[in-house]
Structure formats: structure tokens, C-alpha cells
T-cell receptor, first 114, second 114 residues
Framework: AQTVTQSQPEMSVQEAETVTLSCTYD???????LFWYKQPPSRQMILVIR??????QNATENRFSVNFQKAAKSFSLKISDSQLGDTAMYFC???????????FGTGTRLTVIP | DTGVSQDPRHKITKRGQNVTFRCDPI?????LYWYRQTLGQGPEFLTY????????KSRLLSDRFSAERPKGSFSTLEIQRTEQGDSAMYLC????????????FGPGTRLTVL
């Protein structure tokens, strides 16, 4: 069974600084997808970034980038130039290729401090 | 707004009552998912539809839960004889049929069972 672990329940960062959120996962599959989702307070979850396991290059989306270490089964999210609007719960998620559901971690609550 | 919508946003009910939630996916999305999210946890997969066919159900979906997606458009999730343990946020998501399974989430229905 696939499991996703986020070991940081809460984190904080000063506005304009950089923060890294950790995620590890366990799977016996070779082909899969990894995601970071953001869930702002009282708002719906939105996709931040996606990584295909077969790609060695780390995905980037503007201020958001990942460090994907396939052998270590690690998938961390780096947020650069943190903004107040980045305050949210961040969930790491795993999807096996061809599967129909996402496996989520327990989330990291990020607070950006002005 | 062309995102995923859910109704109602909040539902308070007494133990033993039946409740029904509705999800309207993004119009061109043929896949629809239901998840449950309890406090301090990430979303957990409940069930999945491809068009009108319910193709997968989690073991979390007890006999008291039923989901439908008539005509392959909106979906309903019914919980019969609610229990206090059913209190949670029920999330709906939709996606196109693509290999990387990027899912778009609705705002959720928060159920409180008294």
C-alpha cells in the first residue's frame, strides 16, 4: 500500500523568505505522480505543483519548486519569496499511474508572518 | 465560475438521520471523485466515477453510504442513519481522463452529526 508522510505539522516563515516543506512516500511502483496541494483557510484545495516520477528534472512553477529524490522517496516543496497569501495547509499527494485516487499526507500548516 | 461546486456547504444533522450532498464537476470532466477529510488529516478516497459508472469504492465506504452519478454529470453522496463518526468534510473532485490524474477540488460539505 502507498503511504505519504509529512513530518512537519506546522511551520512558519517570514514574508519574503524561503521555506521548505518535507514529504516522504512509500511505494513499490516505478511509475507514479506526486503533487503538492494548497488548502487556504476555509477555501478549496488547489494544485500547486506536479511531478512525474519518470522525469529527473525537478518541477517548478513560479515561486514553487520541488526537490524530487526518487531513490530516497522524498518530495519536498520549496516556496521562495513567501507571501502572506501562501498561508495555508499544504498536502503532499501520491497517485499511481493508471490509478484513480490520490493518497494524501496529513498536511503541513504553513503560516507566513508579516 | 466554472470550478467544482458542492451543495450544501454545511450540514448539521442529528444522529440517525439521512443526509445527501451534491457535487457539480467541471463540465467537461468525465471523472468524479469523493473524498472524506477529518480534522487534522488529509483527504481519504471514498469512491470514483468514470462518466455514470461507479468504478471503484474504498473500504471506508460502508453500506450506509451510497453515491450516484446519473447521466454522468452531477453526483450525489447519501449517508443513511448518520453516526457521530461521520462528522467530516466531504470533498468532491473532478478530472479529465489523463495519465497524471490532476484533480480539481470543490469547496467541500462540512457535516456535523450531533
Amino acid at each position: 500500500a502507498q503511504t505519504v508522510t509529512q513530518s512537519q505539522p506546522e511551520m512558519s516563515v517570514q514574508e519574503a523568505e524561503t521555506v521548505t516543506l518535507s514529504c516522504t512516500y512509500d511505494t513499490s511502483e516505478n511509475n507514479y505522480y506526486l503533487f503538492w496541494y494548497k488548502q487556504p483557510p476555509s477555501r478549496q484545495m488547489i494544485l500547486v505543483i506536479r511531478q512525474e516520477a519518470y522525469k529527473q528534472q525537478n518541477a517548478t512553477e513560479n515561486r514553487f519548486s520541488v526537490n524530487f529524490q526518487k531513490a530516497a522517496k522524498s518530495f519536498s516543496l520549496k516556496i521562495s519569496d513567501s507571501q502572506l497569501g501562501d498561508t495555508a495547509m499544504y498536502f503532499c499527494a501520491f497517485s499511481q499511474t493508471g490509478a484513480n485516487n490520490l493518497f494524501f499526507g496529513t498536511g503541513t500548516r504553513l503560516t507566513v508572518i508579516p | 465560475d466554472t470550478g467544482v461546486s458542492q451543495d450544501p456547504r454545511h450540514k448539521i444533522t442529528k444522529r440517525g438521520q439521512n443526509v445527501t450532498f451534491r457535487c457539480d464537476p467541471i463540465s467537461e470532466h468525465n471523472r468524479l471523485y469523493w473524498y472524506r477529510q477529518t480534522l487534522g488529516q488529509g483527504p481519504e478516497f471514498l469512491t470514483y466515477f468514470q462518466n455514470e459508472a461507479q468504478l471503484e469504492k474504498s473500504r471506508l465506504l460502508s453500506d450506509r453510504f451510497s453515491a450516484e452519478r446519473p447521466k454522468g454529470s452531477f453526483s450525489t453522496l447519501e449517508i443513511q442513519r448518520t453516526e457521530q463518526g461521520d462528522s467530516a468534510m466531504y470533498l468532491c473532485a473532478s478530472s479529465l481522463t489523463r495519465s497524471y490524474n490532476e484533480q480539481f477540488f470543490g469547496p467541500g460539505t462540512r457535516l456535523t452529526v450531533l
